[in-house]
């Protein structure tokens, strides 16, 4: 019944989930309707849709009620993640501004689980995309909530491509790349690269965060110090037939040498 639920809703092709959210009687409802939401925002025109009738308040409200319960925080983080994929900057721009310090509690809370640590970092990652948010990011701590999560899932393939992904992204900022060799990121790439040697994207998404670090020319002492060029060699050997790789470990190593 459209005479049913929040008025501002009314037009939304969502209204029914938004209403749900809004006047749940149980988690099972909760869980419906973000349910729903993840399979229709796999739609690309959705993803604007969905912030632009209000869904972010919601998302707020949520996880200040559930913010204990996994399921719902896992819900509520894969849907987030799916709208800030979208190349229109705008959503990025009001998942930063009114979601980032949830996204940095869950984060802290959440540590041990990787698939929301994942999914927080591709948020994140898909956030400093935007120029100017790459040193907001690291001004309000998250390097050291990126440390954390690293070391905390080592192991984890897909965990470490995502924290090396944001890495990767804020290693653009002149500032960012000061502050990656400062928090002690150096030690832990060697760790990742040698855990993960087989595994191409966490190879070059270092190689090319090093590659980066490289154009400060007091990071490349610390670089060479540490053994890297050893170990992109190995990367691009591990990985000969991937081109990412071979382009990134060559570009790092090359701009090393040129001191």
Not at 198 to 227: D, G, M, R, S, Y
Request: charged residues 20%; glycine residues 2%; aromatic residues 10%.
């Amino acid at each position: 019944n459209d005479n049913i639920g929040d008025s501002r809703f009314k037009t939304s092709i969502f209204k029914n989930d938004f209403n749900l959210l809004l006047n749940y009687k149980n988690v099972e409802e909760i869980n419906s309707a973000l349910n729903s939401i993840h399979l229709q925002v796999e739609n690309k025109a959705n993803k604007l849709i969905i912030v632009k009738d209000g869904f972010i308040p919601l998302v707020q409200q949520i996880c200040e009620d559930f913010f204990k319960d996994q399921i719902v925080i896992e819900k509520i983080c894969s849907i987030i993640r799916r709208i800030v994929s979208h190349e229109d900057e705008s959503n990025k721009i009001i998942v930063r501004n009114q979601l980032l310090p949830i996204i940095k509690r869950i984060m802290l809370f959440y540590y041990s689980i990787p698939l929301i640590e994942t999914d927080c970092c591709a948020i994140v990652w898909s956030i400093v995309l935007i120029s100017r948010f790459k040193l907001e990011i690291s001004q309000e701590g998250f390097f050291k909530i990126i440390k954390f999560v690293m070391v905390n899932h080592l192991p984890n393939a897909n965990v470490q491509e995502h924290v090396c992904g944001l890495i990767r992204s804020l290693s653009f900022n002149d500032l960012n790349k000061k502050l990656i060799v400062k928090y002690g990121f150096l030690h832990l790439f060697k760790k990742v690269m040698i855990l993960h040697y087989l595994v191409p994207n966490i190879q070059k998404h270092i190689c090319a965060t090093l590659w980066n670090l490289n154009n400060l020319i007091t990071n490349k002492t610390n670089i060479v110090e540490n053994e890297f060029l050893i170990l992109k060699t190995h990367a691009i050997h591990f990985n000969f037939n991937n081109s990412d790789v071979i382009e990134n470990a060559t570009g790092a190593i090359r701009k090393v040498i040129s001191i």
